[in-house]
């Protein structure tokens, strides 16, 4: 019962639809004939002035006069006619520039009403707090070096781009403190982020020691364990480091556990 009605409602419905349409068909199709016409009318007017005084004419002469009489009327209506014609456009072009001018003279958004800039600055200084806490070479070599972002949000240390500063490591570090940075950023201002971050194999490039070392120790520093969103970093660790690691308190995702994705606070690692 209830579907058949649905069918029978949606069957008015495309009746109505369908009525509409023809009823808006209908109307426009009115107007341009009552356009035509009134144009019929005003042609028919003339014609018969023109036969009126041709009529009454005597003589050739007087005939070819009055027949220079009605095609003179003829242009002057036309003349009438165009005369509109040029009106209504220019009111048309008038409105077509008005809405120009208000599309391109619309006020500029301050960037201070969005806050960019406070946004930027909170995004550099979480940067340089874990550039820092990773152990970026350059960095730590130059502390009061300030960071900058460019047009493109390219970090800068001074006047060096942070890719080019440090040694080969400090390159994944850079990527790490930027993803992280982003994260962190985002939770303060209320951003756009997913709410998580993913790692991937951050030991791929330069798996030597001391570029292992700093990272253990990032993981078992109190801004890792302190961050707001949940961090996986998906890597192989060594025997050593893992129990290091558990000491410590880091949430482990070993393979032989039940399941990857949980709700916990910190960073979670996954050895493979």
């Known amino acids: 019962m209830a579907s058949s009605v649905e069918a029978h409602i949606e069957a008015l419905n495309r009746d109505f639809a369908l009525v509409s349409a023809n009823a808006e068909t209908a109307e426009a199709r009115a107007i341009r004939l009552s356009t035509e016409l009134a144009l019929i009318e005003g042609q028919l007017m003339e014609r018969e002035r023109a036969l009126a005084n041709v009529n009454v004419a005597v003589g050739s002469a007087r005939e070819q006069l009055a027949k220079a009489a009605a095609d003179l009327s003829a242009v002057e209506s036309e003349m009438d006619r165009i005369a509109v014609l040029s009106e209504e456009l220019r009111q048309l072009q008038s409105a077509v520039d008005t809405l ?127 961050l707001r969103y949940q961090t996986l970093v998906f890597t192989f660790l060594r025997p050593p480091e893992i129990e290091r690691l558990k000491k410590e308190g880091v949430r482990l995702i070993l393979p032989d556990d039940d399941h990857l994705l949980q709700r916990i606070p910190g960073p979670a690692l996954r050895p493979s």
């Open 100 to 226: 120009i001018a208000q599309a391109t003279s619309a006020d500029e958004v301050p960037a201070d009403h969005l806050d960019l800039n406070a946004r930027r600055a909170v995004f550099v200084a979480y940067l340089r707090k874990f550039l820092h806490g990773l152990g970026h070479g350059g960095v730590v070599t130059e502390p009061d070096a300030p960071i900058t972002l460019d047009e493109h949000y390219i970090p800068y240390l001074g006047a060096r781009r942070l890719r080019s500063s440090g040694s080969a490591s400090d390159h994944c570090r850079l990527i790490v403190a930027y993803v992280l940075a982003l994260a962190e950023a985002s939770a303060e201002t209320a951003g756009l982020h997913p709410g998580f971050t993913l790692l991937d194999e951050p030991f791929q490039q330069n798996p030597d020691d001391p570029h292992r070392d700093l990272f253990i120790s990032f993981l078992t520093s109190t801004l890792a364990k302190t």
